[in-house]
Nanobody
Framework: QVQLVESGGGLVQAGGSLRLSCVVSGRTGSLGWFRQAPGKEREFVAAIGANGGSTKYGDSVAGRFTISRDNGKNTVYLQMNSLKPEDTAAYYC?????????????????WGQGTQVTVSS
């Protein structure tokens, strides 16, 4: 059974950086990061295929965030640069058995507990 544990969230000033990590136990395909702000729906942030060769990004984070995975360490990362107050949200790691990179939230079957990111202006 796949389990995901996120870490790395915190409070940062606008323009700063954070790196989120998600340790994965069990075999997975594509891995993704999603976020949810209070009163808003959960939205796609970034995803990476099973072999790490393909990545996708949400429009609001493209060029600022980078997703990567180290299969040897069973970990997926989200490097977040040039953070903005509107990036404030709970960030969730998610896994799907589909190998090709996936952006559709509905194909992700396993979710972590989330880590809070707060960006102050």
């Amino acid at each position: 059974q796949v389990q995901l544990v996120e870490s790395g969230g915190g409070l940062v000033q606008a323009g700063g950086s954070l790196r989120l990590s998600c340790v994965v136990s069990g075999r997975t395909g594509s891995l993704g990061w999603f976020r949810q702000a209070p009163g808003k729906e959960r939205e796609f942030v970034a995803a990476i295929g099973a072999n790490g060769g393909s990545t996708k990004y949400g429009d609001s984070v493209a060029g600022r965030f980078t997703i990567s995975r180290d299969n040897g360490k069973n970990t997926v990362y989200l490097q977040m640069n040039s953070l903005k107050p509107e990036d404030t949200a709970a960030y969730y790691c998610a896994a799907t058995p589909i190998s090709l990179v996936q952006t559709n939230i509905h194909v992700y079957r396993v979710w972590g507990q989330g880590t809070q990111v707060t960006v102050s202006s």
